[in-house]
């Protein structure tokens, strides 16, 4: 395998491109947009500086940034290619286009992967030539410091194509899941929204504020889950394991579920939030906050390392 | 303020002991069990050298140590105490037993906090003297490495005991947040009952196995979450900031919470997860994988100590 393309040069495909440049020598960046393709250029350069200086880039930025190369040519673009990622709008129109076009073109055996957070595989691959070759990889943003990547196929994705590109995501070092069974949100997002939900109710309804709310995560519960996933977390919270923890806790959690009315995301729901953390950041300081985020994550990434190198995974 | 009083020798009382050592010149641990006061010496003392060699502690651990004394004699314990933190069994009868006897003879303007996970002050204060003293100053496991305190008062708390116990725990450079009315399972237990839910549903209707659900949170989701909230995290994930998020991906959300048919924490419901855990793991293997897991603790604890510094918090 040599060829990797990306359909889309935004954020999303640029971070993707890095990625895939650690382990591949061609990595194509394709977009019709002009600016798309120089604000790539420019902004892998600067990523891969940032990157290196942390270590976590093997290759000098000069030379590393050599394997990746963009253009507006979709034809040169999967030319002799051994995986397309689409990081296109998240639109199910724009996407069925791109994935109509590509499944016409590229050679029926190479597996086409999507970016998108919400669209699924059976219907994004509905009506094509080729929906066995289709299937969700869901990165998260950016991929270059997040490495989980949900594999999401349809009931149509050949078992063999989920094994390749399962393959890929531990050969380019992110980690994968399989999704077994379409489903809204995938895992990441409703495990997210599962927490979301919870925490706006207990801040519009005034059991808290969402600066608290906030430190309740990143200097309590987040700890152990950047490095444990919840199920490990509980095992070890009680002697006998998982079901010792069910038997002790579970009618407390159970409990704090049914209570738990599902509220309308409208604007009632959301205000304090909204209006608690602008008393923090002006909307413009949100651009250098979430400058100072990717430089914790960078961080976090170096530190993670090296922690499962000192004391294993 | 001199002197701090802790009721109970066994985890949670070691640990805050160590917390509160960092800043006070004398700490008295109390246990009524002489195998629990032998075990603390020689726990203290190896959990202080852990900690030293990775520069979590000031004073070297001989000397840190000396500002910490064990005793059985609880009047000595009190004598002259500026806050008592109580570490007792998780039972209602013993925790309203310690409460009276200390109640009755600990000067009224002391204030005294529960480490109770689960037990409201209103509950186990209630028909004592001084229930204005009384609160639930709750620590993660161990409080030397999660620094997150929730502070849960009952109507009948001294708002002057809040902000005092708030003001302590500041300076023994834990995070209090103030839980502002009484709910069961207070904010962080909430909000990781509802995560754990959603997590238990997906896993035991076949959406996914137990390890690729971890995968999701260690590899995700649990990253931003180390050192940003999930508030200040979708803020900064859409260019309105939070009002846009909760537009965009609302109905989502809201979608995912509404299917959420709460479960009963019965065996069917944890069966798949427990077995698979014992597929990595024996029991008997837990025990070496917390020693693991609290090694990356300290690991994780420096790390963002060192990042607060670099790229501010």
Same mark, same amino acid.
């Given at each position: 395998m040599k060829k990797i393309a !990306?359909?889309?040069?935004?954020? !999303?495909?640029?971070?993707?491109?890095?990625?895939?440049?650690?382990?591949?020598? @061609?990595?194509?960046?394709?977009?019709?947009?002009?600016?798309?393709?120089?604000? *790539?250029?420019?902004?892998? *350069?600067?990523?891969? @500086?940032?990157?290196?200086?942390?270590?976590?880039?093997?290759?000098?930025?000069?030379?590393?940034?050599?394997?990746? *190369?963009?253009?507006?040519?979709?034809?040169?673009?999967? #030319? &002799?290619?051994?995986?397309? @990622?689409?990081?296109?709008? #998240? &639109?199910? #129109?724009?996407?069925?286009? !791109?994935f109509s076009k590509l499944d016409s073109i590229v050679d029926k055996s190479v597996a086409i992967g999507s970016s998108t957070s919400g669209i699924k595989a059976s219907i994004f691959s509905e009506g094509l030539n080729h929906p066995e070759r289709f299937l969700v990889v869901h990165p998260v943003n950016p991929p270059s410091l997040v490495p989980l990547v949900e594999i999401v196929p349809s009931e149509f994705t050949d078992k063999k194509i989920v094994e390749f590109v399962s393959g890929l995501m531990n050969k380019i070092e992110q980690k994968p899941i399989v999704v077994k069974k379409e489903i809204d949100g995938f895992i990441l997002n409703r495990l997210q929204g599962a927490l979301l939900n919870e925490a706006f109710k207990l801040v519009s309804m005034g059991y808290v504020d969402s600066y608290d709310l906030d430190k309740t995560v990143k200097y309590g519960l987040g700890l152990r889950w950047s490095f444990m996933g919840p199920m490990e977390t509980i095992d070890l919270n009680a002697p006998g394991g998982i079901s010792d923890y069910a038997k002790r806790y579970g009618p407390i959690y159970q409990n704090v579920a049914s209570e738990l009315e599902v509220k309308e995301w409208n604007e009632s729901f959301y205000h304090k939030v909204e209006f608690e953390q602008r008393q923090i950041r002006s909307l413009d300081d949100n651009i250098s906050r979430q400058k100072w985020r990717d430089k914790r994550l960078m961080a976090l990434a170096k530190h993670k390392k090296e922690s499962d190198k000192l004391f294993g995974e």
């Open positions: !990306i359909i889309g040069a935004g954020m !999303i495909g640029r971070a993707w491109a890095i990625v895939f440049a650690k382990k591949f020598k @061609q990595v194509v960046l394709y977009d019709t947009d002009h600016k798309a393709i120089e604000n *790539s250029i420019l902004q892998l *350069s600067i990523t891969t @500086q940032e990157l290196y200086k942390l270590g976590l880039l093997n290759d000098e930025p000069n030379i590393f940034i050599k394997k990746i *190369s963009v253009t507006n040519n979709l034809k040169k673009a999967i #030319e &002799n290619v051994d995986y397309i @990622q689409e990081c296109g709008p #998240e &639109n199910l #129109e724009i996407k069925k286009d !791109i």
